[in-house]
């Protein structure tokens, strides 16, 4: 892997620049050296790297300043950054971290160190975007798809694109399964197999309580202790990783489930929960406003029989609409505002009319709709948003599927100003229509 990878070394001690470069080029790596800020900055626009070891303490820009350029390029914000610093203190290990540093390696860097590091994010980045890459490749089927569904009617043919696009979906999943599946399968033995190597360590250092001044030399040059210390946390930090990628791909199956020769039995909580994580990125915090909240009241209810992949659609479809609202309404308050009374959606499950309907209700406290707005939010092709932001197809399509395929109703109450709530109901046993 190395050969191809090619890592752009900024430090202003030319005694440093030489040693760190025969370490990596020896390594195998495509080494690419600045001695300031400025010039790395105009390198990383002719030769972009792979990777950056950046050094803090250096004159005009530091090491910090640079590493909020990099970030503040589109160009250049996603290269990975490993700070270099003799700066021991917590804060400024903190500082580095939320400039958009990946790591660190204090200096007088331990060569093994260095090189398990930079290895490490190297993978990391390669691993990074090759899913990129096919996600990248399916995004540009779904928007194919996608388009020509912006031209269709609200008929069976829409009900078939979005089986297309679950089948996409889906794929993207099985993609990324391969490569995370060979990183779990490799991470517990590692881990045992390193448990089994500091045993050893342990059992050697009681055996040996006064080492050769040749051993004790080799265990102070690698930082024994340290080594020992971090290891076990980088592969926690690894396996965090790969659980959380997990935890994607398991929501993007649940979301795309391909259903629609006929109804399954279906618990409508996984359904909501899936559709969550897939716009997790748009309930995080951002620069114009805090994290959205979601507050979840489910009710004891049963499975009910259904087309999973159609009504995952029907709950992404309206919880994007109210993350979109909550969007719209951050424009005319403030943050200090948005503090104190969160944007929130709130979800509730439970049966009603007497255990014969199960309910689901999903309550905003966004922009609100007006009467006008309100009476067409299920019409074919009517939109609030700009060009390019809506295509008018969403709720009426959310409408189609649960009233005709699934003999439910779909309501909602909203008053301007003060959020939106819709309001889905299906039987619990009913002859849902064939597809």
Known sequence: MSSSLKILVVDDTPANLEVICETLGDAGYEVITAIDG???????????????LLDVQMPRIDGFE????LKADPTTANIPVIFMTAL???ESKVKGFDLGAVDYVTKPFQEKEMLARVKTQLQLW???????????????????????????QIQLVQSEKMSALGNLVAGVAHEINNPVGFIAGNLQPAQEYIADLFQIIALYQQDLPHPSATLQAAIQEINLEYLQDDLPRLLASMQEGVNRIRNISTSLRTFSRADCDRPTLFNIHEGIDSTLMILQHRLKANEFRP?????????????IECYVGQLNQVFMNILANAIDALEEVTQKRSIADIETNPHQITIRTQLVDDSRLVQLRIQDNGIGMSPEVKQR????????????KGTGLGLAI?????????????DVNSTLGQGTEFIITFPVTSKIPDS
């Open 126 to 152: 390669q691993l990074t975007k090759n899913l990129e890459t096919h996600i990248a490749e399916r995004t540009a089927e779904l928007k194919i798809a996608l388009d020509q569904l912006h031209h269709s």
């Open 398 to 410: 959310a409408n189609q599927i649960v009233t005709k395929k699934h003999n439910g109703s779909l």
């Open 66 to 69: 640079t590493c909020k350029r």
């Open 377 to 388: 939010a299920f019409d074919h092709l009517f939109t609030t948003k700009e060009v390019g």
């Open 88 to 90: 021991s203190d917590t």
């Open 291 to 303: 994290a959205i909240q979601v507050i979840k009241h489910y009710g004891d209810i049963p499975q």
């Open 38 to 52: 400025d010039r790395a900055l105009k390198r990383v626009q002719t030769h972009p790297p792979d990777l950056i």
